[in-house]
């Protein structure tokens, strides 16, 4: 039996797009700069590194308080990387994510990781060979996001 103030670090692959709606949701709310994002084409991998919240422990009131904990994002297979609406120069800039979308082509597949204010990175990639995984201890946040439903019928 698991103590309520043991910590278990999440570790999940991807393989296929019902895997990246899962990383989707563990991923949303969460914050990352945009030196923590780096694509490594000899290596063929493209990696992020985010404050993810916690909102697994939070929907099942784990902490009393909420927390965040560093997670690794990684893409294998990548053949390349582009985004719109980031600077690699504004290196502490800070990115609000949003969402993973994936889109398939005849040839391709990009996988598109949507930030606030319209900020978009696309991965090509041959195939879906992704982890997520938490690292390192998480630490308390006083803030805790919250969103407004815009419309029901979506």
Same mark, same amino acid.
């Given at each position: ?32 700069? &945009? ?38 994002? &990684? ?80």
């Amino acid at each position: 039996m698991l103590n309520k103030k043991e910590i278990i670090n999440l570790k999940i692959t991807a393989e296929d797009d019902e895997d990246l709606k899962v990383f989707s949701a563990y991923l949303q709310d969460s914050v990352i700069v &945009v030196n923590d994002i780096k694509y490594l084409p000899k290596n063929r991998k493209f990696i992020c590194i985010f404050n993810r919240f916690m909102w697994e422990d939070a929907e099942r009131g784990i902490f009393r308080e909420n927390k965040r904990i560093r997670s690794a994002l &990684v893409f294998n297979e990548v053949s390349s990387v582009k985004s719109k609406g980031i600077n690699p120069k504004t290196k502490e800039k800070i990115l609000e994510f949003l969402t993973i979308k994936l889109e398939t082509h005849k040839e391709s597949r990009v996988v598109k990781l949507i930030f606030s204010g319209g900020s978009i990175i696309k991965i090509e990639i041959d195939n879906i060979l992704s982890t997520l995984e938490d690292f390192g201890k998480p630490w308390k946040t006083n803030y805790k996001p919250k969103h407004k439903i815009l419309n029901a019928n979506i």
